[in-house]
């Protein structure tokens, strides 16, 4: 544990309480005062209500979409279910850059819905929720689906037997099965909803902020960092309060079920109303997911045909110091520099969490591991360029800062990946290794690693694919001579003109494939005893 805990707390605990410290103090003076202050103030208490119900709003439309899609993947075996498994999963893995710009391009100004129908919708809210919707639908897939599979379903037949109908038997039986679930995935659709930022800062424009967008605008356009302070310690206890919640509700799936094996409970659709079921949820694919990433590519050819692909290789001298491809090429180095420290800080932290002789503080610790997801991106960055900068630690020239801080999103996926399956390992193995005569190193290099090797890859690749998407905190740290992909998309975004709207959905495309293909190898790697996220 000694590795994880001082990354966090060199990396994580100390620039967000050194950037939350430097703007609760004047002169340097606390003024504690100053969180009533900033509640006061009746823009923060609009930005904290919308933050909220447009969280829960689209946690329930994402329930409501999902809910049948985790149903048909749990129980119905058909051609083509792992590729759209994986295409359902590709918006989780996309950089929320991207997710913003493609819904750019679909119901924006000059988007399709634009052009065949006049409708625009960037300039309101539902722009935002079908882009959450988008972005989480997977969670509820996988999350959900990954527990149906595994339910036997003699259960619900044995009620239907007893003469209860088809929906009380599901009712009765299989919801309260799945409510732990449920509840699981709800909350980490609320947690990501709650805390979004590339989506809102995009779509929303000037008429909508969450929490995470009022805090780079209060850092990086107002530089009031006494109201980004208290922000970030309003969203840092929510965060915490729907992670404790959340770890809850895991314990509670893992402990109350009897599970089968999930390759048993899937078979062909029967009948006209489960085909009919099928195709109403491979139509909300293709609707929800697929057409505005196919708007998205079509965008970046636009009339010129590959012109704005073109032009990302020539220095414009404007909004990049170096042609805008280099991006692919700094956003791939970082990327791999992150998965690397993600693999070496999640899986040392993930073997200590699963000794059977740890204790209560090393356990109490998992949950902490997830804090990043939550808390405010753009404070870490921020934090970054305030805390990091006196020897030893004067980071701030350094390219290893974008890695570290991309790393910090990367280590609970490797965390929530390798668990279960380091879990699964029977200690009697390392035990007779240790009989032996094996030293422990040996015993985990010849007993843990072959079983562990292909989750740890897998592992690795999420850590990479979300590396490439980070945003809220390199936005602050990359240089501008080495924007990332993320980065160099948002730059476009924020001038005016088709030829910078174009470059921004070829590079939106390109992280696409990136992405993309990333998630179509784990899927290959996948195996039902790696986890779901």
């Known amino acids: 544990m000694a590795v994880p805990v001082a990354f966090f707390a060199v990396f994580f605990a100390y ?7 430097r703007g609760l103090k004047t002169g340097g003076t606390w003024q504690p005062g100053r969180i009533g202050d900033v509640l006061a103030q009746s823009d923060v208490r609009q930005v904290l209500w919308f933050t909220t119900w447009q969280a829960l709003v689209s946690t329930a439309l994402t329930l409501l979409i999902a809910l049948p899609g985790a149903y048909v993947f749990a129980r119905f075996d058909f051609p083509g279910r792992q590729v759209l498994r994986a295409v359902v999963t590709v918006p989780f893995v996309l950089p929320t850059v991207v997710v913003g710009t493609a819904f750019m391009a679909l119901v924006g100004r000059g988007g399709l819905l634009d052009e065949l129908w006049g409708v625009r919708l960037d300039t309101t809210v539902w722009a935002i929720l079908l882009a959450h919707v988008f972005f989480n639908y997977a ?39 799945l ?22 800062q995009i779509l929303g424009g000037p008429a909508f902020s969450t929490l995470e967008v009022e805090i780079y605008r209060q850092t990086s356009e107002i530089f009031d960092l006494s109201t980004a302070a208290v922000l970030t310690m309003i969203q840092f206890v929510a965060v ?57 590519v079509q965008r970046s050819f636009g009339a010129a045909g590959l012109g704005y692909y073109r032009t990302l290789t020539e220095d414009d001298g404007g909004v990049f110091l170096a042609a805008p491809i280099e991006a692919v090429g700094n956003s791939l180095q970082y990327a791999v520099a992150a998965a690397a420290i993600a693999v070496l800080i999640g899986s040392l932290a993930a073997v200590a969490l699963t000794r059977r002789d740890a204790g209560r503080l090393v356990r109490g610790f998992d949950a902490l591991l997830m804090l990043p997801l939550g808390v405010s991106a753009v404070t870490v960055g921020f934090g970054f360029l305030i805390a990091l900068d006196e020897p030893p630690l004067d980071l701030r020239a350094s390219w290893i800062l974008v890695p570290l801080a991309q790393a910090l999103v990367g280590v609970p996926f490797v965390v929530r990946t390798m668990l279960p399956v380091l879990r699964a390992v029977d200690v009697r193995l390392r035990e007779a290794a240790a009989v032996l005569g094996a030293s422990p190193w040996r015993a985990w290099r010849e007993v843990d690693l072959p079983m562990v090797r292909r989750a740890l890859l897998i592992a690795a690749g999420f850590a990479f694919a979300v590396s490439l998407g980070e945003f809220g905190a390199t936005v602050f740290i990359a240089r501008p001579e080495n924007p990332t992909l993320p980065v160099a998309v948002a730059r476009l975004l924020g001038r005016p003109g088709d030829l910078n709207y174009g470059q921004a959905m070829a590079l939106s495309t390109i992280l696409m494939i990136v992405c993309a293909v990333a998630l179509l190898v784990l899927e290959r790697l996948r195996t039902d005893r790696t986890g779901e996220f």
Not at 15 to 21: K, N, S
Not at 161 to 176: I, N, Y
Not at 181 to 199: D, I
């Open 240 to 296: 915490g309060a729907i992670l404790a919640l959340h770890a809850w509700t895991v314990r509670r799936r893992e402990t109350t079920l009897r599970l089968v094996d999930a390759s048993a409970t899937a078979r062909r659709p029967r009948g006209a109303g489960q085909w009919a079921l099928l195709g109403s949820v491979v139509a909300t694919v293709a609707v929800l997911i697929l057409l505005p990433l196919a708007v998205l």
């Open 139 to 177: 969670v509820v897939v996988r999350t959900v689906g990954g527990l149906w599979s595994q339910l036997d379903p003699r259960q619900e037949e044995a009620a239907r037997m007893l003469g209860a109908s088809r929906f009380a038997a599901w009712r009765t039986v299989t919801l309260p099965a």
């Open 179 to 200: 409510a732990p679930a449920v509840a699981a995935a709800a909350l980490m659709v609320f947690l990501f909803t709650f805390t979004s930022f590339g989506v809102v």
């Open 15 to 21: 620039p967000v309480t050194a950037i939350v410290a």
